[in-house]
């Protein structure tokens, strides 16, 4: 008898043997990612392998790796959530917490160049910083933005401050029902760059609180940010110089925060290239 015709005979074996082999291979990129204390570089490598490590990577892997990196974040986030799930998936949110997605011109903001975008050495992500990104109405839902990433531009102008966020439920939030209330377009130029679906502009829906700049050491109107409909948040800032009194002050401050954690890149950044205003290939893998 042939190898092709046991098979045929017994079906439900080699299901069973395919099925105990996922299994323990999952079992064995655990404890591996355990061991290297969840290095982001390499899951990066992992998921690019084949497509089978790539759904594991975004059904487990990616999940296991923020819940590593930010345990108090992550919990909040998922507190109330049917099944532990998260807008876009847990390989964006992945991405949003160790990717700065760079930027490039847009309508409201303009810049002589665009910005690439790289693995970030180091974020911190606040809750206190996101209530200063909600209006008075929607004061209620719960969001985490990072500190801006400083891009120096020029000179002559000020750096550039990006910055990215993440709402916890969104579709059940108080901003995405005042974007619906007020009928508010999606924009038609800009992606979310962490998930890849539609965005609203906030600074064209009026929905940008004069407390977001005083937050990210900019001034009103020199800054903007988008929506998607995932719940994350991406945005620009001209960042003005602070003085060693402002700066005392924004330490103090920084002291009374409720965080969601530190995440340090460091580690990741000897990998990263960036050339054209894109990032590093590790940086498409997620």
């Known amino acids: 008898m042939s190898a092709a015709q046991r098979r045929r005979l017994n079906p439900l074996s080699q299901e069973t043997e395919s099925d105990d082999s996922g299994i323990l291979n999952e079992c064995v990129l655990l404890l591996v990612f355990e061991s290297i204390k969840w ?93 200063s990104f909600l209006t008075k109405k929607c004061r209620a839902d719960l969001l985490f933005v990072s500190d801006p990433c400083e891009h120096p531009v020029g000179d002559k102008e000020d750096d550039l401050g990006i910055y990215r966020g993440v709402f916890r439920g969104f579709l059940r939030s108080n901003t995405r029902a005042c974007l619906i209330g007020r009928q508010v377009a999606f924009d038609d130029r800009v992606r979310c760059p962490y998930c890849g679906t539609r965005v609203w502009s906030m600074t064209a829906a009026r929905l940008v609180p004069k407390s977001a700049a005083r937050r990210l050491g900019s001034r009103d109107g020199r800054l903007e940010y988008f929506v998607c409909v995932n719940g994350h948040l991406h945005g620009t800032c001209w960042l003005v110089p602070l003085s060693s009194d402002e700066e005392n002050c924004e330490e103090e401050e920084e002291e009374e925060d409720e965080d969601g954690g530190d995440f340090n890149g460091e580690a990741y950044k000897k990998h990263e290239k960036v050339t054209n205003g894109t990032g590093s290939r590790s940086s498409l893998m997620f």
């Open 39 to 131: 290095d982001l570089q390499v899951l990066c490598l992992t998921a690019s392998v084949n497509r089978k490590l790539r759904a594991i990577a975004k059904r487990l892997l990616w999940r296991k790796l923020c819940v590593y990196r930010a345990p108090r974040m992550v919990s909040a986030l998922v507190n109330g959530s049917p099944n532990g799930r998260i807008g876009g998936g847990w390989d964006a949110l992945a991405k949003l917490m160790f990717f700065c997605c760079g930027c490039e011109s847009t309508r409201n903001f303009k810049l002589s160049r665009p910005s690439p975008g790289h693995f970030a050495g180091a974020s911190r992500f606040s809750k206190t910083s996101g209530r």
